[in-house]
């Protein structure tokens, strides 16, 4: 769907794009990751050709969008684009936002439109927010209003730039919840993101970019498992990422718990927080299983995750099935003093469930 061959942009005497080739498959999800100055917005700005190359092209399906004939505003009303900020009209309300473009481009009628607006807002799980200001609503509404907008105009290809970078945790979670329905529904995404474990989960493919280039792209398990190269392999090492899959009723905790402490020593984690970490998973595990898995086999995901800078720790995981919240006040009381301890050791914990899939963030 898309076919990049040899794009080159520079500012100045700074290279920052060198001689990329690049493709996406319709329907295919694929994560940038890299360091900052890597080129990644820049890359992502000009397949839109909000940035205009140096040299190279830049084919959506057939057309050549590099090419002085085409008519760019065309292509992009099939292209939709989300940044860092929100860029929401704070004159317009939420609704008048959305159905904007699609009555001043696509010359669709306002009832139309608001119709059209209205599933959006049901699908990002704002119905009730079609008249408020942005002024009204969180930094994580706005930015799903930002989505809602795009996916107004019936955009083939969405473009992500670091979406959740200027939200909070919370924040963060109701956007990538929001992105993973589009997945689930085949959008084409190109998703620039510092938020590894979701690159990991949606994606098709993941690319590291580095020193404007392409340095290594693959399946999420071959970029972040299996890495082949060296600086592919020393962003990663930084990321500091334990993941762990539960299936079988009859998982070996012990062994879990032992892998996670080699994990920890090995990043120098004092132990008092490594057994902080083992008796949040511990406690957390033992309420799920009896909640959700009692006749079913489980179906669960964990990863423990801090960048080599921070000392802040994040825990991550994601179950399948109803929608349970362990923390949730009438918890019964054989479950009440697991989570209260849970509570007492953390800073922040967050549920919250979309589409059969259940997620628990935790901050320590």
Do not use: W
């Amino acid at each position: 769907m898309i076919h990049i061959q040899g794009l080159s942009k520079r500012f100045g005497k700074l290279l920052v794009l060198k001689d990329i080739d690049f493709q996406v498959r319709e329907g295919e999800c694929v994560a940038i990751i890299g360091p900052s100055g890597a080129g990644k917005s820049v890359f992502l700005r000009s397949i839109a050709l909000l940035e205009v190359p140096e040299r190279g092209s830049i084919c959506i399906r057939e057309t050549n969008i590099t090419n002085k004939s085409v008519d760019i505003n065309k292509v992009r009303e099939k292209m939709g684009m989300v940044y860092q900020g929100f860029h929401l009209f704070s004159h317009l309300n939420v609704l008048d936002n959305i159905t904007l473009a699609p009555r001043k481009v696509r010359k669709q009628s306002r009832i139309e439109a608001e119709q059209k607006a209205r599933e959006l807002l049901a699908l990002v799980g704002l119905s009730e927010k079609a008249e408020s200001y942005p002024h009204q609503i969180s930094g994580g509404q706005q930015q799903r209003i930002a989505i809602a907008r795009c996916l107004a105009m019936e955009p083939e290809i969405m473009l992500f730039d670091e979406p959740t970078s200027a939200l909070d945790p919370t924040m963060t979670r109701e956007v990538l919840a929001i992105m993973r329905k589009l997945t689930k529904m085949g959008l084409t995404m190109i998703i620039v993101t510092h938020e590894m474990s979701f690159a990991k989960e949606v994606a098709n493919r993941v690319v590291y970019m580095d020193e404007g280039g392409i340095y290594e792209e693959g399946t999420p398990s071959e970029i972040f498992d299996h890495p082949r190269k060296e600086k592919t392999k020393a962003f990663i090492h930084q990321l500091n990422v334990f993941t762990y899959e539960i299936h079988s009723k009859g998982f070996d905790m012990v062994a879990m718990q032992a892998k996670i402490e080699v994990f920890c020593q090995k990043y120098q984690v004092d132990s008092r927080k490594i057994y902080h970490i083992q008796l949040v998973l511990e406690e957390l595990l033992m309420v799920i299983f009896r909640k959700c898995y009692a006749e079913t086999s489980p179906d669960m995901n964990l990863s423990i995750e801090f960048p080599a800078d921070r000392e802040e720790i994040s825990i991550s995981l994601h179950y399948a099935g109803q929608r349970f919240d362990p923390f949730q006040p009438d918890m019964q009381e054989e479950d009440q003093l697991g989570i209260t301890i849970v509570k007492k050791i953390t800073k922040e914990s967050i549920h919250f469930a979309d589409n059969g899939l259940n997620s628990i963030l935790i901050k320590m």
